[in-house]
T-cell receptor
Framework: EAGVAQSPRYKIIEKRQSVAFWCNPI?????LYWYQQILGQGPKLLIQ????????DSQLPKDRFSAERLKGVDSTLKIQPAKLEDSAVYLC?????????FGPGTRLTVT | AQKITQTQPGMFVQEKEAVTLDCTYD???????LFWYKQPSSGEMIFLIY??????QNATEGRYSLNFQKARKSANLVISASQLGDSAMYFC????????????FGQGTELSVKP
């Protein structure tokens, strides 16, 4: 079966610009997660969707980050405007019976 | 509050030897799961092994085993017969079952396998 797909793989932007990331989870997985992984740290949950509803967005900086999951399948994560501290890898994951399956991530560099 | 602690920022092991990566966790919930993921330099998170809080036996998956000591709240990963391809970051994570299934990760341990 196909894994979790993410694009783009790399993105470089200047601070105050906007950026969007896309995720396509494993077919049939109802739960989708976005994590932020800053260099040298473990991933931290930003937002969790169950189908197209938000389950947990308590760690999402809502003044600049937004996310949606159209029709309960694909999801997009947007940052507007970006700050230097947003430089990180953004990982999308979908949930199987036990474990979460991760995509390859998008490495964002904000200059 | 739920927390995962990995106290070894870096570890070295000789090829073909076994190595133990430490992980302790903190939760007051009785139902939870513990995971280990491998993250090579390419960046993807690769699932290695899972242990449920009610599982009586320690989990094993090929060369990976999880030494689960519930009373001590530890979930150490043991890699037997290390290979050069095992060099990577290793993350311990916890899923608390009444919190929607999100994973809480530790800081990671960087494992280097020497030839």
């Amino acid at each position: 079966e196909a894994g979790v797909a993410q694009s783009p793989r790399y993105k470089i932007i200047e601070k105050r610009q906007s950026v969007a990331f896309w995720c396509n989870p494993i077919s049939g997985h109802a739960t989708l997660y976005w994590y932020q992984q800053i260099l040298g740290q473990g991933p931290k949950l930003l937002i969790q969707f169950q189908n197209n509803g938000v389950v947990d967005d308590s760690q999402l900086p809502k003044d600049r980050f937004s996310a949606e999951r159209l029709k309960g399948v694909d999801s997009t994560l947007k940052i507007q405007p970006a700050k230097l501290e947003d430089s990180a890898v953004y990982l999308c994951a979908s949930r199987g019976p036990y474990e979460q399956y991760f995509g390859p991530g998008t490495r964002l560099t904000v200059t | 509050a739920q927390k995962i602690t990995q106290t070894q920022p870096g570890m070295f092991v000789q090829e073909k030897e076994a190595v133990t990566l430490d992980c302790t966790y903190d939760t007051s919930d009785p139902s939870y799961g513990l995971f280990w993921y491998k993250q090579p330099s390419s960046g993807e998170m690769i699932f290695l092994i899972y242990q449920g809080s009610y599982d009586q036996q320690n989990a094993t998956e090929g060369r990976y085993s999880l030494n689960f000591q519930k009373a001590r709240k530890s979930a150490n990963l043991v890699i037997s017969a290390s290979q050069l391809g095992d060099s990577a970051m290793y993350f311990c994570a916890m899923r608390v079952d009444n919190q929607g299934g999100k994973l809480i990760f530790g800081q990671g341990t960087e494992l280097s396998v020497k030839p």
